[in-house]
């Protein structure tokens, strides 16, 4: 299905149950709710693609709630903002059986994300599997609205592949709707300051460096954090097309330092506008902040946000 048509489907479907009344939960992990303000990977892949085979979309991931034979059984549709409830889901194989049997990536056997369709509210969360497949945790989003959850995992069976998959969260509530931040390189959270160099540019690698930095001085005892230095999540405005990518080096490369640069490489999957959402932790806890990044032909910017 193309991205525009399951942003209406989407829109309609919540419009026909909640009218302007919409909510999602709250995760333990690293969140970001802001008022209108090994190497580099990347996973998923995404439909559609222009006529000129030069102009071809990159990979995305997160559009297809199906995808090899998998498919991710939300339990758990809707929430109310503000509420505390134990969100459920399953990934489940093609004769609809629970899959019981991950491998490891990143320190951990699946990832979940939780992001508001505004992009303004980010969880990053590491939910508890039961011996029977389900996966639960407990979240309470403080926003009402749309939401998309992204289930990033791979399979332990011979062959597979890593996968990303997507399903629509709907938080009642009273909705108010918010705006991306204006543009600024510069994101502060929890008395950080995280500085972006560089941009997304279309189906071209491209280097993202982040530099940490607290009280005027630079961050250089960053700590690993699944892994790595830093953990890196864009997601796409509009239709949410997800793309993860990991930091250039890992710890005890003996090439990489813990700070104050954190450096990706990504590929833009299209033009539009992207919001990035960097974890990144230090002295036992970790943090979040987010960026938005605008890109088109031959042009890319930045617009930097306050996490909390």
């Known amino acids: 299905m193309h991205a525009g048509l399951k942003i209406s489907a989407f829109a309609a479907a919540l419009a026909a149950t909640f009218g302007t009344a919409y909510g999602v939960g709250k995760g333990i992990d690293p969140v970001v709710t802001e008022s ?3 190497s580099h990977e990347s996973h998923g892949t995404q439909e559609g693609g222009g006529d000129d085979a030069a102009h ?19 339990e758990t549709p809707r929430v109310t903002a503000g509420q505390r409830t134990e969100l459920r889901f399953a990934i489940r194989d093609a004769a609809g059986r629970a899959v019981t049997a991950y491998q490891r990536e990143h320190d951990k056997e699946l990832h979940l994300i939780v992001a508001s369709r505004d992009l303004v509210t980010y969880r990053h969360l590491h939910p508890t599997r039961a011996a029977d497949g389900t996966w639960s945790i407990p979240v309470e989003l403080p926003r009402a609205g749309g939401y998309r959850v992204f289930a990033d995992f791979t399979p332990a069976k011979k062959g597979a592949e890593n996968l990303v998959l997507g399903a629509d969260l709907a938080a009642s509530g009273s909705y108010t709707a918010q705006k991306l931040p204006e543009p600024n390189g510069t994101a502060t959270v929890d008395g950080y300051k995280v500085e972006l160099a560089g941009g997304l540019t279309p189906n071209t690698a491209t280097e993202l460096k982040l530099k940490v930095s607290r009280d005027g001085r630079p961050v250089t005892d960053l700590q690993p954090y699944l892994g790595a230095y830093g953990h890196l999540v864009a997601l796409r405005s509009g239709d949410l097309a997800y793309l993860h990518v990991h930091p250039n080096g890992e710890p005890g490369d003996a090439t990489t330092k813990p700070g104050p640069d954190i450096s990706f490489t990504a590929t ?16 036992g806890q970790v943090h979040t902040a987010a960026f938005t990044v605008t890109t088109g032909e031959g042009h890319e910017g930045v617009e930097g946000a306050h996490g909390h």
Do not use: C, M, N, W
């Open 36 to 38: 209108a303000t090994p």
């Open 56 to 74: 071809k979309e990159s990979p995305a991931g997160g559009l297809q709630i199906s995808e090899g034979g998998y498919t991710l059984d939300l």
């Open 268 to 283: 833009a999957p299209s033009v539009g506008t992207y919001r990035l959402f960097l974890d990144f932790k230090h002295q």
